[in-house]
């Protein structure tokens, strides 16, 4: 296993000690875990491309890193009343949808390469940005006083990204699926 593996496995294995943090309401810990975890995802991607470690491995597990500490950040939140039911469920719709077309491509088509769309990458930010100044507004009193009136104009972002990006890969799955004589 390589480092940039290594690495990105550390990531996971971190995530359900942020998820019983933040149901703990630790918030300045889940932050400061939240935080190690966002460095680490960037510290797994400049290993993998500066020392050619880019693996099938990694191109998989990096994305389900990220996918499992959404679902802990954004389960954790709406088990403890900070963020609404409904913006679990556009989340999680999202990618299961998304989960669900791959699925079916690899079926109907016989390929598994996983394409990773900007606009995916985009939801996939605005969703880690709205969790972190949540968590952040959470933890530091100075910090929501700065964050606060900010964080409704992020949520309606990071949504209708994320409903976009939804979108964007079932339109995309769509044409692979006419290309390849599927309808």
């Known amino acids: 296993m390589t480092l940039a593996n290594k690495i990105t496995v550390s ?16 918030f300045p810990w889940a932050t400061l875990v939240g935080g190690l975890s966002g460095v680490t995802d ?5 290993v993998a491309r ?3 470690q880019q693996t099938p491995l990694g191109i998989f597990l990096d994305p389900l890193a990220d996918k499992l500490f959404l679902l802990a950040a954004y389960g954790g939140l ?14 999680l719709s ?10 079916l491509l690899f079926i109907l ?15 996939t930010a605005t969703q880690m940005l709205y969790a972190g100044t949540v968590l952040l507004s959470k933890s530091f009193e100075s910090a929501a006083k700065i964050t606060n ?3 409704p104009f992020l949520l309606g972002a990071m949504v209708a990204l994320t ?9 995309f799955g769509s044409k692979i699926l006419k290309q390849s004589g599927h309808h």
């Not at 960037?42 to 400049?46: P, R, S």
């Not at 598994?112 to 990458?121: E, H, I, N, P």
């Not at 409903?163 to 339109?171: F, G, H, K, P, R």
């Open 11 to 26: 990531r996971i294995v971190t995530i359900p000690i942020f998820f019983i943090l933040l149901l703990n309401q630790s």
């Open 42 to 46: 960037a510290l797994d991607g400049l």
């Open 50 to 52: 500066k020392f050619k």
């Open 78 to 91: 709406t088990a403890i009343h900070v963020t609404p039911v409904w913006v679990l469920v556009v989340i």
């Open 94 to 103: 999202k990618d299961l949808i998304v989960l669900m077309g791959w699925m």
């Open 109 to 123: 088509t016989d390929s598994s390469a996983v394409t990773t769309r900007f606009l995916g990458k985009s939801a």
């Open 149 to 151: 009136p900010f964080l």
């Open 163 to 171: 409903v976009i990006s939804m979108l964007d890969y079932v339109i």
